[in-house]
């Protein structure tokens, strides 16, 4: 992600990238080493993003919208708020109501947090992005404090609806935030898990890995 923003130009186009990790907490700019509070074996990795302690794992979605903001004519604020209508949407679309909190970027329900965000923008351009959680082990997350709030209730989307087909999660994710951000797309699936997106059009590569 660094790289691609560091290298990219005005006629660049933009990229998602949607995929999951193997297990690790991430810190963002913010984070505090009070909120890591037995990471195990499970690594702690410094990032560049906003934002504080985080976990990723197998069976949460991560997307990583690569954005020229300049060129879409949103700001981050804008930005951070559409990721979040996304995520609200395709809940609602499993009958779920998803929801926003004030000072904790992201989506929940109820009291419990599905959906984390922590962005970074350089040169008007966005990368990091969102994380969903999908059938991910939750159970790393009491292991940190989330987002740096102690006790914060974690949940899944299998919890809500376990009939639930994940695999099409992904899919979504690229229609519904095509369609907020006023891009055209094509869907292809590949093992590189790359959506690549302009105003006028775009070739989206995309599936979870």
């Known amino acids: 992600m660094q790289s691609f923003t560091d290298r990219r130009g005005g006629d660049t186009a933009d990229e998602l990238w949607v995929l999951q990790h193997p297990p690790v907490f991430t810190q963002g700019l913010a984070g505090k080493p009070e909120h890591v509070l037995n990471p195990g074996k499970i690594p702690v990795v410094e990032t560049d993003r906003g934002g504080q302690v985080t976990y990723h794992g197998p069976g949460q979605m991560v997307a990583y919208p690569l954005l020229d903001l300049d060129r879409l004519g949103i700001g981050i604020r804008t930005l951070v708020g559409k990721l979040e209508a996304v995520i609200i949407e395709i ?11 004030d000072g904790a970027p992201g989506v929940f329900v109820a009291n419990a947090k599905i959906a984390s965000i922590g962005m970074k923008v350089r040169r008007g351009c966005t990368f990091h992005g969102i994380a969903f959680n999908l059938n991910v082990d939750l159970s790393p997350f009491q292991r940190i404090n989330p987002c740096g709030f102690a006790g914060q209730p974690m949940t899944r989307l299998v919890d809500h609806r376990p009939d639930v087909e994940l695999e099409e999660v992904p899919e979504r994710l690229v229609q519904v935030l095509a369609a907020e951000l006023g891009l055209d797309w094509l869907y292809q699936e590949t093992d590189d898990a790359i959506v690549r997106a302009n105003r006028d059009s775009a070739t989206v590569d995309a599936g979870a890995s």
């Not at 809940?91 to 909190?101: F, S």
Request: no cysteine; proline share 0%; glycine share 18%.
């Open 91 to 101: 809940l609602a679309g499993y009958q779920i109501t998803g929801h926003r909190q």
